[in-house]
């Protein structure tokens, strides 16, 4: 008998509540969304397009050590470099010196163990010239030097901060794999740190003997840290007239052979997964080739439309410091000898 008293209160409790729905006297909680520009944001990372109609690359997500992440100066008013929107007045930059305009950028994950932990990477030295001078395709003049962070806006911080834009390029310091981008400022609840997220990748290029050759079977040059998303060979980069920028394009031509003998040749490239390798031929026998690598990292590929652009192709392309390996040999034949039990090799005899 109690239960069909309980079914009876719930089919009550039940009736009341449609009828209450249907009189519009009960509401649902509404569904709280977090308020959109209430705080800095930053913009998002881009994405590198090796498509042959390549979209717009504002923040790369990925830099070559040695390399700046845009071409010189920052400019908030036209978004060059890693931008965010302030979105709120009553907000200033923090930090030390105030030249950085709040911005902090630290490496970390270092190649090697011996190597500190985090490298703070200065905004007002070290930053070496973005553009590659020379380079035919350049569109508008070099922009050899300039200050590394811009702001655009109002800028009557802290009257009225909500339009202000803060941009900063970024110089990826060598010897670390990652890059934090920070920007410090104050409001009226005290100083806070917004990081961009994710960090930026770090690149690093070098090259690695795979084997010496014999006259008739070549010598083995490979890179090591090679990405095809951003980088390729300077012939092509320099020499074609090809809209866009090549990518992942590399050539004999790129690769330099110490010392230049006519008998010493690139005979030809090959993939090893993303690396590029370089086959090398002599037709006499030769010791300590020096093999360096020529390249160009291009960040951003295309030209946005419109009067006043505010990307450039070929704006931020850079030609770093081509890596360089030494001690290739090419000898005139290989000696074959009798692999003893415990590991060594016959001794030589005399003939």
């Not at 709280?32 to 109609?53: E, K, Q, R, Y």
């Not at 655009?152 to 339009?163: I, K, L, M, Q, R």
């Not at 360096?292 to 030609?319: H, I, K, M, S, W």
Request: include cysteine.
């Amino acid at each position: 008998m109690a239960l069909s008293h309980r079914r009876l209160l719930v089919l009550v409790f039940l009736l009341a509540a449609v009828a209450l729905i249907s009189s519009g006297s009960f509401r649902a909680a509404p569904v709280v969304h977090a308020a959109a520009g209430t705080l800095p944001t930053w913009d998002a990372l881009s994405a590198f397009d090796t498509s042959p109609n390549p979209g717009l690359v504002f923040m790369p997500p990925a830099v070559l050590a040695g390399t700046n992440s845009h071409s010189l100066p920052a400019n908030a008013a036209k978004r060059n470099g890693y931008c965010l929107d302030v979105n709120v007045s009553g907000v200033t930059p923090a930090g030390v010196p105030s030249s950085d305009l709040g911005f902090t950028l630290v490496a970390h994950d270092p190649i090697l163990p011996a190597t500190p932990a985090t490298h703070q990477v200065l905004l007002t030295e070290g930053l070496a010239p973005a553009v590659l001078a020379g380079y035919v395709d350049q569109v508008g003049p070099p922009v050899p030097a300039g200050p590394a962070v811009s702001v655009f806006g109002t800028v009557t911080t802290p009257a009225d901060s909500s339009d202000d834009v803060y941009c900063v390029v970024a110089y990826a310091e060598p010897g670390y794999k990652k890059l934090t981008i920070s920007w410090n400022y104050t409001d009226s609840t005290g100083t806070h740190v917004i990081a961009l997220t994710p960090d930026i990748d770090i690149r690093t290029v070098t090259l690695v003997k795979k084997g010496d050759g014999l006259i008739g079977a070549p010598a083995e040059v490979c890179t090591s840290g090679w990405d095809p998303e951003f980088m390729t060979g300077s012939f092509t980069n320099t020499n074609s007239n090809a809209a866009p920028d090549p990518v992942d394009d590399v050539r004999p031509q790129d690769w330099v052979l110490n010392p230049v003998l006519v008998t010493l040749t690139v005979s030809s490239l090959r993939r090893d997964g993303v690396e590029w390798c370089a086959l090398i031929d002599s037709t006499v026998a030769i010791s300590n080739v020096q093999v360096t690598l020529n390249f160009d990292v291009v960040y951003n590929r295309a030209t946005e439309g419109g009067a006043t652009p505010r990307r450039l192709a070929n704006a931020d392309d850079q030609r770093p410091t081509p890596p360089t390996v030494s001690g290739v040999n090419i000898v005139n034949s290989v000696e074959l000898r009798h692999i003893l039990a415990d590991g060594n090799p016959t001794p030589r005899q005399a003939s």
